[in-house]
């Protein structure tokens, strides 16, 4: 069984009449950022090289941002959520976002001119949180509806924000449509990170609120004095992650910019599919989607990202979760020398999936059309910590979704 498959994406077109992104760009994202920096507990999060793991790999260098430590919240979907309220609130405050701020959002005056307003959506944990931790930042109620198959500990941390938070018995998509109809009908705001025709403007201010980290991983690069990196892999639920970060990285970088590589669960691979269909459709996964990947497993594409990943992704891996899973204790226990980071399923997936491209004699191909090697410079994010720390302790202290069980090649 292959653990991890690669599509390369015959529709990329590099620069050349591929979508905008400058709507991503550094300009964009000093904005995002100082809207964060308005938060007491902002702080860059860590940018982690394994110097000793890529060289035991055969790749010059390996960077990870550690997302764990993003305002106390072990994710970093806070960025987009909090940034999108605070968008959404400057337009009924019409107010320009250099004059918004947290400590304004919550003040007396703002709730008595706006009333009370409560934000809905639906999650698989990471975004939730971060749109309650939102809620609770400036005062404001939160409604958060949950896929079946979601970890009971994922909605208890939603609730103790003081948000409402039910675990459905639907898949991640028809969990969406669910807060769409709750948002409607107790004209509560939407706060969804993907998109559909007629939905697109949240959603857009959410990429752009992710941009900080993206910001954030450039500067941090360029302190650690080396050449730009040549590729980023990138986690692709809905995509909206994924192109934001390919979008910054497009905008400041341009013909030079780096490889960006998709990666989904196998059994949520919605961008892998559509490379794979090779036209300007994308293609949708439907059913419950059971991986340990929860923050990957959404089966169609945001309507905002599919332009952008379509246009400029070199292509995508779809892995079983034992990649993921190989990834998480990779990161736990590296070589000495490196320094540890704790990361979730999610989170993990990309570095996964690079040891097995790089250490599987199987998979020389696949190194070759990424033209992996020696001269590879590779950024990864680790989108999340141990947010299901059972899941978590399950995977790196007891090998639970261990290689043998998957037909791990020996």
């Known amino acids: 069984m292959n653990t991890v498959s690669y599509c390369p994406n015959s529709l990329c077109t590099g620069t050349a009449d591929a979508a905008?992104?400058?709507?991503?760009?550094?300009?964009?994202?000093?904005?995002?950022?100082?809207?964060?920096?308005?938060?007491?507990?902002?702080?860059?999060?860590?940018?982690?090289?394994?110097?000793?793991?890529?060289?035991?790999?055969?790749?010059g260098e390996i960077l990870v941002k550690d997302e764990s430590q993003r305002f106390g919240l072990n994710a970093f979907k806070v960025l987009g959520c909090s940034y999108a309220v605070a968008r959404y609130l400057a337009r009924r405050l019409d107010l320009p976002m250099s004059r918004v701020s947290p400590q304004l959002l919550r003040s007396a005056e703002v709730h008595?001119?706006?009333?009370?307003?409560?934000?809905?959506?639906?999650?698989?944990?990471?975004?939730?949180?971060?749109?309650?931790?939102?809620?609770?930042?400036?005062?404001?109620?939160?409604?958060?509806?949950?896929?079946?198959?979601?970890?009971?500990?994922?909605?208890?941390n939603i609730r103790k924000t003081g948000a409402q938070c039910t675990i459905t018995d639907l898949n991640y998509d028809d969990t969406v449509r669910l807060a769409m109809q709750h948002a409607q009908e107790t004209?509560?705001?939407?706060?969804?990170?993907?998109?559909?025709?007629?939905?697109?403007?949240?959603p857009l201010w959410i990429m752009q609120g992710y941009t900080t980290l993206a910001l954030e991983a450039d500067e941090q690069w360029r302190d650690c004095g080396l050449r730009p990196p040549t590729h980023i892999f990138l986690q692709a639920g809905v995509g909206s992650f994924a192109a934001a970060v390919l979008g910054y990285f497009a905008a400041v970088w341009g013909d030079a910019a780096p490889q960006v590589i998709t990666v989904e669960?196998?059994?949520?691979?919605?961008?892998?599919?559509?490379?794979?269909?090779?036209?300007?459709?994308?293609?949708?996964?439907?059913?419950?989607?059971?991986?340990?990947?929860?923050?990957?497993?959404?089966g169609e594409p945001s309507s905002l990202c599919w332009p952008l990943l379509r246009d400029r992704a070199v292509g995508g891996l779809s892995c079983h979760d034992v990649v993921a899973a190989n990834g998480m204790r990779i990161l736990a226990a590296p070589l000495p020398g490196d320094s540890p980071v704790c990361s979730g399923e999610s989170g993990a997936a990309p570095l996964g999936a690079i040891e097995q491209i790089m250490k599987n004699p199987q998979m020389q191909d696949v190194r070759q059309a990424l033209r992996l090697d020696a001269a590879s410079r590779i950024l990864l994010f680790s989108t999340e910590g141990d947010t299901s720390p059972e899941l978590y302790r399950q995977i790196v202290w007891y090998g639970r979704c261990a290689g043998v069980e998957a037909g791990w090649p020996s």
């Not at 964060?36 to 793991?53: C, E, S, W």
């Not at 509806?145 to 009971?152: E, R």
Request: charged content about 20%; aromatic content about 8%.
């Open 187 to 202: 004209d509560g705001v939407l706060v969804q990170d993907t998109a559909w025709d007629g939905y697109e403007e949240v």
């Open 112 to 156: 008595e001119q706006l009333g009370k307003i409560t934000l809905v959506t639906a999650t698989d944990g990471n975004h939730g949180r971060g749109v309650a931790w939102t809620a609770q930042q400036i005062g404001m109620g939160a409604t958060v509806f949950m896929p079946a198959g979601s970890a009971p500990v994922r909605a208890e």
């Open 265 to 298: 669960p196998q059994a949520a691979d919605c961008f892998f599919r559509s490379f794979m269909a090779g036209n300007s459709a994308p293609r949708a996964v439907s059913g419950h989607m059971r991986t340990i990947m929860a923050g990957l497993a959404c």
């Open 20 to 59: 905008d992104v400058e709507v991503y760009g550094p300009e964009v994202a000093r904005v995002a950022r100082a809207f964060h920096q308005g938060f007491d507990r902002y702080a860059p999060t860590p940018l982690v090289r394994l110097k000793n793991l890529a060289h035991e790999l055969g790749l």
